[in-house]
């Protein structure tokens, strides 16, 4: 380690508990790996994402990031990963996405989704550390390239995976010092309360195959999480639309993202 690497990890370690922790995150990156945006997020389970480092550049809309926090989050692998309890450490997006989920209507929404580029189809490459501070309650830092700029190549991947214990290390002390709120309520509940305030009038059941359909699954990825048969999901989903007086998955989509719309007024 050289005497610039030195100081770049004394930079962070005095950053600890600070506002200014994720741009000396940044710091180890500088000339080894090239990314257009970063952020640092609290997730709590049913709680709002906090953004506790902006690395954005400008390139979001406000309203963007307001809708994200109010509940456009709960669609986001990283945290849907970080709530089921998925291993910490470091993940590109495609590893934790759903089968359908790049296709999906957060994907591909830029009135919702903080990414570089919300061109249909287009994968964006985003890379994130996920660190577990308690029973559904994580910090995520990620890191994203646009589309133009291709992939993180296999030198930035290993750089970034042999920064994991130092970074995973710093978040978790940055986690003591995060206000003592962090205990989420209804540590019980399955279902996040915007899933169900959006979709109130459905069966537990129905509630949970929209929620997977939201996130980003298949009729066969929903059986496989669920343990049933494929038919049986079709029937679920049918039942469903013709309770919520809809015929599609785009319009599943824009009921759910009119709730939090209304829900943040």
């Given at each position: 380690?050289?005497?610039?690497?030195?100081?770049?990890?004394?930079?962070l370690?005095?950053?600890?508990?600070?506002?200014?922790?994720?741009?000396?995150?940044?710091?180890?990156?500088?000339?080894?790996?090239?990314?257009?945006?970063?952020?640092?997020?609290?997730?709590?389970?049913?709680?709002?994402?906090?953004?506790?480092?902006?690395?954005?550049?400008?390139?979001?809309?406000?309203?963007?990031?307001?809708?994200?926090?109010?509940?456009?989050?709960?669609?986001?692998?990283?945290?849907?990963?970080?709530?089921?309890?998925?291993?910490?450490g470091?993940?590109?997006?495609?590893?934790?996405?759903?089968?359908?989920?790049?296709?999906?209507?957060?994907?591909?929404?830029?009135?919702?989704?903080?990414?570089?580029?919300?061109?249909?189809?287009?994968?964006?490459?985003?890379?994130?550390?996920?660190?577990?501070?308690?029973?559904?309650?994580?910090?995520?830092?990620?890191?994203?390239?646009?589309?133009?700029?291709?992939?993180?190549?296999?030198?930035?991947?290993?750089?970034?995976?042999?920064?994991?214990?130092?970074?995973s290390?710093?978040?978790?002390q940055?986690?003591?010092?995060?206000?003592?709120?962090?205990?989420?309520?209804?540590?019980?509940?399955?279902?996040?309360?915007?899933?169900?305030?959006a979709?109130?009038?459905?069966?537990?059941?129905?509630?949970?195959?929209?929620?997977?359909?939201?996130?980003?699954?298949?009729?066969?990825?929903?059986?496989?999480?669920?343990g049933?048969?494929?038919?049986?999901?079709?029937?679920?989903?049918?039942?469903?639309?013709?309770?919520?007086?809809?015929?599609?998955?785009?319009?599943?989509?824009?009921?759910?993202?009119?709730?939090?719309?209304?829900?943040?007024?």
């Open positions: 380690m050289n005497t610039q690497d030195v100081d770049a990890v004394a930079r370690i005095a950053a600890i508990g600070s506002a200014t922790l994720g741009p000396y995150l940044c710091g180890l990156l500088d000339g080894v790996v090239g990314y257009d945006m970063s952020c640092l997020y609290l997730f709590r389970f049913d709680q709002p994402a906090e953004l506790l480092h902006d690395g954005y550049r400008g390139q979001v809309a406000v309203r963007t990031l307001d809708a994200y926090s109010r509940g456009g989050y709960l669609l986001d692998p990283f945290y849907v990963a970080s709530m089921n309890r998925h291993p910490g470091l993940w590109h997006m495609s590893e934790l996405a759903p089968d359908s989920f790049f296709s999906s209507g957060f994907a591909i929404s830029p009135d919702l989704h903080p990414c570089v580029s919300s061109t249909h189809g287009t994968q964006i490459d985003e890379i994130g550390y996920i660190v577990h501070l308690q029973t559904r309650t994580a910090l995520v830092f990620s890191l994203m390239k646009a589309q133009e700029h291709g992939a993180f190549d296999e030198a930035e991947v290993a750089y970034l995976q042999r920064l994991t214990p130092l970074v290390a710093t978040l978790e940055h986690g003591r010092h995060l206000p003592r709120h962090l205990e989420t309520a209804g540590a019980d509940s399955q279902l996040e309360s915007a899933f169900v305030g979709l109130g009038q459905l069966t537990e059941a129905q509630r949970h195959i929209a929620k997977l359909l939201l996130q980003g699954h298949s009729n066969a990825s929903i059986a496989c999480q669920l049933i048969s494929e038919g049986t999901v079709k029937v679920h989903k049918h039942n469903l639309y013709q309770r919520l007086e809809i015929s599609s998955h785009a319009e599943l989509f824009r009921l759910f993202i009119g709730y939090i719309a209304q829900a943040g007024r």
